[in-house]
Nanobody, 115 residues
Framework: QVQLAESGGGLVQPGGSLRLSCVAS????????MAWYRQSPSKERELVALITNGGSTNYADSVKGRFTISRDNVRNTVSLQMDSLKPEDTAVYYCYTRSSVTTYWGQGTQVTVSS
């Protein structure tokens, strides 16, 4: 019933930046955490960044210092600012939301870092 819609993916050169956004089709009550995962053909799906209801954040070691997750409570969105992108960041990025009762996943958006 609830859909998560990602936007902002695309093609960018190494060293460039992208900003991903995710919005729910309707209000989700009792959100506990929101996150971004990614998956490339050669890797398992991995957690990139997570933000809790209280605002605490966690990042994968590979993106620390380059990616920033944020939450806009007014717009009910979660964003991922990606700077200093590397070819190894190429993957499908998925939005994730966990409420008190269930988990939601977006359909994914492709991020390609290439010259």
């Amino acid at each position: 019933q609830v859909q998560l819609a990602e936007s902002g993916g695309g093609l960018v050169q190494p060293g460039g930046s992208l900003r991903l956004s995710c919005v729910a089709s309707r209000i989700i009550r009792s959100i506990m955490a929101m996150a971004w995962y990614r998956q490339s053909p050669s890797k398992e799906r991995e957690l990139v960044a997570l933000i809790t209801n209280g605002g605490s954040t966690n990042y994968a070691d590979s993106v620390k210092g380059r990616f920033t997750i944020s939450r806009d409570n007014v717009r009910n969105t979660v964003s991922l600012q990606m700077d200093s992108l590397k070819p190894e960041d190429t993957a499908v990025y998925y939005c994730y939301t966990r409420s008190s009762v269930t988990t939601y996943w977006g359909q994914g958006t492709q991020v390609t870092v290439s010259s």
